[in-house]
């Protein structure tokens, strides 16, 4: 990935629907404009959103801008 490129990915489940866009950064994770934490109040629905790059061992690498509707919490995450 290079460091200027930002990559966008579109996903839907149910009635739930994200867009992300991803960059190199400094781990920082918008949704809807707020940080994950004032977003997901609770540890479960953070972890679950950042998984793939706990589990790829790459987070703190790329910031995630995430703009999600519909659903609910578990849906979003």
Same mark, same amino acid.
């Given at each position: 990935?290079?460091?200027?490129?930002?990559?966008?990915?579109?996903?839907?489940?149910?009635?739930?629907?994200?867009? %992300?866009?991803?960059?190199?950064? &400094?781990?920082?994770?918008? *949704?809807?404009? /707020?940080?994950?934490?004032? $977003?997901?109040?609770? %540890?479960?629905?953070?972890?679950? &959103?950042?998984?793939?790059? *706990?589990?790829? /061992?790459?987070?703190?690498? $790329?910031?995630?801008?995430?703009?999600?509707?519909?659903?609910?919490?578990?849906?979003?995450?």
């Amino acid at each position: 990935m290079d460091e200027r490129e930002k990559y966008y990915g579109h996903a839907k489940r149910k009635s739930a629907e994200a867009e %992300v866009f991803v960059k190199h950064g &400094t781990g920082a994770v918008t *949704i809807n404009g /707020e940080s994950i934490s004032d $977003y997901f109040s609770d %540890v479960y629905h953070r972890v679950e &959103t950042l998984k793939p790059l *706990i589990f790829s /061992e790459t987070a703190g690498q $790329y910031d995630l801008e995430f703009t999600v509707v519909g659903g609910g919490l578990h849906s979003q995450s």
